[in-house]
């Protein structure tokens, strides 16, 4: 797959191994995962935190190995619920802390065609979302509805 914003080819990071099942050597059963994922974020984490306080500190590689579904649909099936898809949630994160900078950096020319990148990834992730019934259908990017979301 290319760059998003480039011409060019691009190179993708790390790869995971292969795998159909969880390795013999995970200390926590399918049951234990899932308590633990829900735990977590009834504390607050995100899905990734969550996903990496897993790797790191219980030893599980992988959650969707070991209980076939994804951090998120283990949430979803235990009724908590997310404001905003986590990806979506960090771009505009993103767009707020860039409007900052170059409210104090007005000629930061480089900087301004940065937020206009991000903000048109935002617009795609928001088409994709809604299409797939994730947003709702009259929901619509804003700078000010941004900063209002994410302080």
Do not use: C
């Not at 797959?1 to 995971?16: A, D, F, I, Q, Y």
């Not at 795998?19 to 013999?24: L, N």
């Not at 283990?74 to 409210?103: A, C, W």
Request: net charge positive.
């Amino acid at each position: 797959m290319s760059r998003l914003h480039t011409g060019k080819k691009g190179r993708h990071g790390s790869h995971r191994p292969a795998r159909k099942e969880a390795p013999k050597w995970v200390p926590l059963s399918q049951k234990e995962v899932e308590e633990t994922v829900v735990k977590l974020s009834k504390e607050g984490k995100s899905a990734s935190m969550i996903g990496m306080i897993l790797r790191d500190q219980y030893g599980i590689p992988d959650v969707k190995l070991v209980t076939g579904k994804s951090i998120v649909k283990i949430l979803t099936e235990n009724g908590i619920k997310f404001r905003l898809p986590e990806d979506l949630e960090s771009l505009m994160k993103r767009t707020v802390q860039l409007s900052k900078h170059l409210g104090s950096n007005p000629k930061d020319l480089h900087n301004k065609r940065g937020l206009a990148l991000i903000e048109s990834n935002i617009k795609r992730l928001a088409n994709y979302y809604k299409k797939e019934g994730i947003l709702p259908k009259d929901w619509a990017y804003s700078l000010d509805a941004a900063k209002l979301l994410v302080e």
